[in-house]
T-cell receptor, first 113, second 111 residues
């Protein structure tokens, strides 16, 4: 059990650029979740996968956001035409079953200039 | 809509004190509650998971209780140490997929 990993750990980009983040869940976990956390707040849910199927998306996930989990293993989160309001920590979590304990990765901190 | 509140927002204690962090939620129809620790600029570390049918869970110096009917959970930390300094987050799960988080309690333990 090597834990959830995320890359990159930090990303600085200019407004209007596209960025992509990667999450590798714990190997036997088929549930994968993306959250966003801004300073002083708790994480907020963005989207959820069961294997390769994206089962739920939050209203926070605008049309500029897209997430994939093509083979039911790693996942990517892409933000197109970034805005300053997208600056946040993007957290990935995984769990074995739906109502089991969620384990989080170290996060990707995005700064949009 | 489920809301999660954590009180206090910040807490400073001297090393060795026992302390209690509070978490309340507005909708008691939850499946489970999870406590996390977050160090500055880092991800979340899971501390304890309490299923809705359970009253408490213990791990080392940590004890978490759950009173679903009153919408409350507490995290008890015994004999606090400077290494316990972090932000502690509680999160509840209802029917559906998302964990709903509070804003956290930032704990500072001085030596």
């Amino acid at each position: 059990d090597t834990g959830v990993s995320q890359n990159p750990r930090h990303k600085i980009t200019k407004r209007g650029q596209n960025v992509t983040f990667r999450c590798d869940p714990i190997s036997e976990h088929n549930r994968l979740y993306w959250y966003r956390q801004t300073l002083g707040q708790g994480p907020e849910f963005l989207t959820y996968f069961q294997n390769e199927a994206q089962l739920e998306k939050s209203r926070l996930l605008s049309d500029r956001f897209s997430a994939e989990r093509p083979k039911g293993s790693f996942s990517t989160l892409e933000i197109q035409r970034t805005e300053q309001g997208d600056s946040a920590m993007y957290l990935c979590a995984s769990s074995r079953e739906h109502y089991n304990e969620q384990f989080f990765g170290p996060g990707t901190r995005l700064t949009v200039l | 809509k489920q809301e999660v509140t954590q009180i206090p927002a910040a807490l400073s204690v001297p090393e060795g004190e026992n302390l209690v962090l509070n978490c309340s939620f507005t909708d008691s129809a939850i499946y489970n509650l999870q406590w996390f620790r977050q160090d500055p600029g880092k991800g979340l570390t899971s501390l304890l998971l309490i299923q809705s049918s359970q009253r408490e869970q213990t791990s080392g110096r940590l004890n978490a209780s759950l009173d679903k009917s009153s919408g409350r959970s507490t995290l008890y930390i015994a004999a606090s140490q400077p290494g316990d300094s972090a932000t502690y987050l509680c999160a509840v799960r209802k029917a559906g997929t998302a964990l709903i988080f509070g804003k956290g309690t930032t704990l500072s333990v001085s030596s």
